[in-house]
């Protein structure tokens, strides 16, 4: 049995600094530019000193395609090299690195997005190269991130891009090629890492957004629940059995078929389904900080946590990478107990049965959040953006003592809501 992964989250576009070949980076200008972010390429290794100071073993980030690809069969060499140090860094330091393949972001040469074919062809080709040249270092690849949210906000709410808004036949479509893009991704993983590096086995997972739908009174009949939950639940589904459940049809996706060797899975919330909360969840309504939610007024429910961890087992029957899970608190008042709840769901949902292989927190820093911008911080370390300069929060020591208590300790009872508030 493999050692449980304790760990921290990123995403390049999140902390790098100047992706500027991306399609966030245009995109962006109607909200905050990125610029620098926190310049995670220019503190590299103090950062991975940062993660590894907190205890952790695994440390995800994602491969910014367009770092290393700037245009079309064109490698970059800095972009190579700083992954290269990056994956080699993450390795001195006893850190597994957890691979993001996809993570919101794009080359801006391809155009028409994950709805063009030729898109799907260019990504196959960016897998088999990441394959050759990491696969003998990194085991952990996570193809797509939340690609219930990228089709979502790209094509429903309006606030990723391409920026279509009310178009779910669009959205429909682009969920489905991220989902084929998954199979893809998966097959030449498993194709080409062990040919390249000596019958080496990687492990591929997808990770979507999944929340805790409670039943609203604006909706007793749970009918909208219902809509969430497969929102939620549709592309692992389609990973397990090749069939993706979409909003009007269902999909037929053969490439996608047995593709977990893990389920990823995001955690952020449990709401209740009705349209105030799909809005919000969009980004189109805001909600005002209150109790028990966080500066994004963001619910905090650990016990949907377990929930959302069982279910995954229930469903999929694979083991689960808490792939993020992390609370926006700059002041850093709630995430002390966030941590501690959410770490305690989790030995409680293992306890039940729930094979859960790791916890990787987000963030390590503060970063930008899309079209959030700057106001966010969900940072472990605290970032001030005019100095670069990282602060520990005090939750760093949380998470270090949670991190040596480890994983198997004897699960609590569950939270009730007050003993976070
Ligand atoms: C998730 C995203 C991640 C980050 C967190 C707060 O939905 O995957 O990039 O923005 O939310």
Request: glycine share 10%.
């Amino acid at each position: 049995m493999s050692e449980f992964l304790w760990g921290t989250a990123t995403s390049a576009h999140q902390v790098e600094g100047h992706n500027v070949h991306n399609d966030w980076w245009t995109f962006e200008r109607r909200f905050t530019p990125s610029g620098a972010a926190c310049d995670f390429v220019g503190h590299l290794e103090g950062d991975l000193d940062r993660a590894a100071a907190l205890g952790t073993n695994a440390f995800r980030f994602s491969l910014e395609w367009s770092r290393v690809e700037p245009r079309p069969g064109e490698r970059d060499p800095d972009g190579v090299a700083f992954y290269e140090r990056l994956v080699a860094g993450c390795r001195a330091r006893g850190l597994a690195p957890v691979l993001t393949l996809s993570h919101f972001t794009l080359p801006r040469w391809c155009e028409g997005g994950w709805l063009s074919p030729a898109t799907l062809e260019a990504f196959e080709r960016h897998v088999a190269w990441v394959a050759e040249r990491f696969g003998g270092e990194v085991e952990w690849f996570v193809t797509v991130n939340e690609p219930n949210v990228m089709a979502g906000a790209g094509y429903l709410a309006g606030v990723f891009p391409p920026g279509h808004r009310f178009r779910p036949d669009l959205a429909d479509r682009c969920l489905e090629a991220l989902v084929r893009a998954h199979g893809r991704a998966y097959r030449v993983l498993h194709q080409d890492v062990p040919r390249h590096h000596g019958g080496r086995r990687p492990r591929v997972g997808i990770a979507p957004h999944v929340v805790a739908w409670r039943v609203s009174r604006l909706d007793p009949l749970g009918i909208t629940r219902r809509i969430g939950e497969r929102f939620d639940w549709a592309v692992l589904d389609a990973c397990k059995t090749g069939r993706l459940a979409l909003t009007w049809r269902t999909a037929d996706v053969p490439e996608a078929a047995g593709t977990l060797d893990f389920a990823g899975l995001n955690y952020y919330m449990a709401l209740p389904a009705d349209a105030p909360s799909f809005l919000r969840f969009a980004g189109l309504l805001h909600r005002p900080p209150g109790p028990g939610t966080n500066d994004l007024g963001w619910p905090i429910e650990p016990a949907g946590f377990e929930e959302v961890l069982v279910e995954a087992h229930r469903r999929l029957q694979v083991p689960i990478l808490v792939t993020e899970n992390g609370t926006a608190d700059a002041a850093d008042r709630l995430r002390p107990a966030f941590l501690r709840e959410h770490v305690a769901a989790l030995r409680r949902a293992r306890a039940r049965g729930a094979d859960v292989v790791g916890y990787l927190h987000w963030s390590l820093l503060d970063n930008f959040e899309w079209h959030e911008g700057y106001g966010p911080r969900f940072g472990l370390y605290a970032v001030d953006y005019a100095t670069q300069a990282r602060t520990p929060r005090p939750s760093c020591e949380v998470y270090r003592a949670l991190i040596a208590e480890g994983v198997e300790l004897a699960p609590t009872t569950p939270v009730t809501k007050e003993a976070i508030a």
